[in-house]
């Protein structure tokens, strides 16, 4: 189910509108592999326990996001992430002093130095 976006606009090159997927089957492509473009499913948990089994359920780990009021929770959970990278309230801010890389089969080795 697309909330919002998900219509190309016609004009050359590959373009996608920013798109978000309300509630998208654990097993979709969305969410078991890495999207690269502007797209991000949303899904619902009851649980931390839950939510941190489904988030690692996958074999992919380069970048995860947690969002939460609360940040406690928040912090906890990303703790849990399999990831390369995970941010907490904010996404893809990558600070050039600070290695990088993936996790899984989302690559081998880092950017930006020696993790």
């Known amino acids: 189910n697309v909330a919002?976006?998900?219509k190309n606009e016609d004009k050359p090159g590959y373009f996608i509108n920013?798109?978000?997927?309300?509630r998208p089957s654990d097993d979709s492509r969305i969410v078991t592999e890495e999207p690269f473009g502007p797209i991000v499913p949303i899904l619902?948990?009851?649980t931390e326990e839950e939510v941190v089994d489904r988030a690692n359920?996958?074999?992919?780990?380069?970048g995860a996001s947690v969002w939460s009021n609360d940040l406690e929770q928040a912090n906890r959970i990303a703790r849990q992430i399999e990831?390369?990278?995970?941010?907490?309230?904010?996404?893809?801010e990558l600070d050039d002093t600070?290695?990088?890389g993936g996790h899984k089969e989302s690559g081998i080795g880092y950017e930006f130095g020696v993790g």
């Open 83 to 92: 990831s390369g990278t995970v941010w907490v309230n904010t996404h893809m």
């Open 4 to 6: 919002v976006g998900g």
């Open 18 to 22: 920013p798109t978000i997927i309300d």
């Open 57 to 62: 359920n996958t074999r992919m780990g380069l």
């Open 44 to 46: 619902s948990w009851s």
């Open 98 to 100: 600070t290695p990088m």
